[in-house]
């Protein structure tokens, strides 16, 4: 069974620092863009970052730019987000998905098949 899972949620204070896990199961990642989303009470699922198969290509939403950062290590099948600097708004459910994308990734949920479970982010003090 094909499938993502993340890890490393947590209860943060504001200005701290988490580094969210997207590790992947019953496939290797080396193909496959992966997106990090989240989706807060009474909103939409945004996209916060992705990065591409190769890793060359990565993308952010404007609001997470210069606080987070997206690597992967396909010798672990994992994807991480590091965010620092949390911020209250930045409390929400955070997924993980992968798609097989040529190119560039992309931070439409849409367009990923693959999703993960989620984990919570809670940012407060």
């Known amino acids: 069974q094909l499938q993502v899972v993340e890890s490393g949620g947590d209860l943060v204070q504001p200005g701290g620092s988490l580094r969210l896990s997207c590790a992947a199961s019953g496939f290797t990642l080396d193909y496959y863009a992966i997106g990090w989303f989240r989706q807060a009470p009474g909103k939409e699922r945004e996209g916060v970052a992705c990065?591409?198969?190769?890793?060359?290509?990565?993308a952010y939403d404007d609001s997470v730019k210069g606080r987070f950062t997206i690597t992967r290590d396909n010798a672990k099948n994992t994807v991480y987000l590091q965010m620092n600097d949390l911020k209250p708004e930045d409390a929400a459910v955070y997924y993980c998905?992968?798609?097989?994308?040529?190119?560039?990734?992309?931070?439409?949920?849409?367009?990923?098949?693959?999703w993960g479970q989620g984990t919570q982010v809670t940012v407060s003090s």
């Open positions: 998905a992968a798609e097989f994308f040529s190119g560039d990734c992309r931070l439409i949920p849409g367009l990923y098949g693959f």
């Open positions: 990065i591409s198969s190769s890793g060359a290509g990565l």
